[in-house]
């Protein structure tokens, strides 16, 4: 049986060949398999230079100091220490983010507020998925100690502009904290112009290795942070545990691979768009979910009117797509996103999200549309 078009790149991406293959040569006898925390030797020195390239890979993507990259599993994990992090230690600190982030930083601040550790201000969304900076501020009170929203919205693509927001905290000695998951590898991002204090990363999304991902903590102005992960110090005590070195060496090729390929890659997935949304064209009752203009091209959420997200999926069983997060899937809920930017839950229940990256090709997008096209047009006519 053929292999269904891959369109749901935004739940993760295949590592790069190029990717696999460096971190295969930080795994076995004849390779560098080294601790890299062991100061005797050379197989720890070698193992930690590995770490130390792959750190100013991953930094350089972003414009920021190696020494400001944390190695954590994933973005999960980069959320969690961020948030629980800046307000651990905090008298009755207060938090604002917004409905529609992803559920790291929404069970992660939610959790504080239930331990009665944190207060909490949540944001609604404008309808086209973005947080307007003027909300953000009105949302700020004497004991606010933390900002987190998220940069490229993983449901909807749509780009909140986290530079004009930093502007309005960095005065008032608010921390920003940033997921930039679906950011990065997409569309610039530099934490030299942005005044953001903590951004979180993940390998996997930029076609390195799941289970790997950074935090960056700005240094000047120095960010503090409290641990989440104690043991070791590693990491300058802001998270123990044995650094994956091949996992790290992979996330490092990865960055630098889009940071190479950013450009050309963000032009060849706007083309792929435009071409998939014409070849939808001559469908009616079409609507996109999100802005039609700050957004990353990879990204398309579509309603179709009068057809079931889900009917429309089963039909589309040789294109892999999703109904929202891979995290919501497993549930028939429909998606808080949808619902956050003000769908209706009949609304939520007609959109699906089709994403797009590296390996998609021209005549995978046509055929796509072509299957939704047919798919579409029959569960309509059943009605
Ligand atoms: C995928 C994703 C995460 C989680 O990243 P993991 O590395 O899988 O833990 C967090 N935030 C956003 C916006 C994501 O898209």
Redesign the pocket.
């Known amino acids: 049986m053929k292999k269904p078009v891959y369109m749901d790149y935004?739940?993760?991406t295949p590592v790069d060949p190029v990717v696999a293959e460096e971190m295969c040569r930080y795994l076995t006898i004849d390779g560098v398999f080294g601790n890299p925390a062991s100061r005797s030797h050379g197989f720890g020195w070698q193992a930690e230079a590995a770490v130390e390239n792959a750190r100013k890979q991953v930094a350089d993507l972003i414009n920021a100091d190696p020494r400001e990259i944390v190695w954590t599993?994933?973005?999960?994990?980069?959320?969690n220490l961020a948030i629980k992090g800046a307000v651990s230690g905090r008298d009755n600190p207060h938090i604002v983010t917004s409905i529609i982030?992803?559920?790291?930083?929404v069970d992660s601040v939610r959790w504080l507020e239930a331990q009665g550790m944190a207060s909490v201000t949540w944001l609604k969304p404008e309808p086209d998925g973005r947080i307007r900076p003027d909300a953000v501020e009105e949302a700020l009170q004497d004991n606010t100690v933390l900002v987190s929203l998220?940069m490229?919205?993983?449901e909807l693509g749509t780009c909140t502009d986290v530079a004009a927001i930093g502007e309005r905290l960095r005065s008032r000695g608010v921390l920003f904290h940033v997921?930039?998951?679906?950011a990065a590898g997409k569309m610039p991002v530099d934490v030299r112009t942005m005044p953001v204090d903590l951004l979180?990363l993940?390998?996997?999304?930029v076609y390195g290795p799941?289970?790997?991902?950074a935090l960056y903590v700005r240094r000047a102005p120095d960010v503090r942070i409290e641990a989440c992960i104690h043991g070791g110090g590693h990491e300058r005590g802001m998270r123990s545990g044995t650094l994956a070195t091949h996992q790290i060496a992979g996330m490092g090729k990865a960055f630098a691979i889009a940071s190479q390929s950013l450009d050309e890659e963000c032009q060849r997935l706007e083309s792929l768009r435009a071409l998939f949304l014409e070849s939808l064209a001559e469908l009616e009752g079409v609507t996109l979910n999100g802005s039609e203009t700050c957004r990353v091209p990879g990204i398309i959420n579509l309603s179709f009117r009068g057809v079931e997200a889900e009917s429309l999926m089963l039909g589309l069983r040789d294109v892999a797509v999703s109904s929202g997060?891979?995290c919501a899937s497993a549930t028939m809920e429909p998606s808080y996103v949808l619902r956050g930017i003000g769908l209706s839950d009949e609304q939520a229940h007609r959109a699906l999200r089709f994403s797009m990256g590296r390996f998609t090709t021209e005549d995978e997008v046509v055929f796509a549309a072509d299957r939704i096209n047919e798919v579409v047009t029959r569960l309509r006519g059943v009605r």
């Open positions: 935004a739940a993760t599993s994933g973005a999960t994990e980069s959320d982030e992803h559920k790291a930083v998220m490229v919205n993983n997921d930039a998951a679906q979180s993940s390998g996997h999304k799941k289970g790997i991902g997060s891979a």
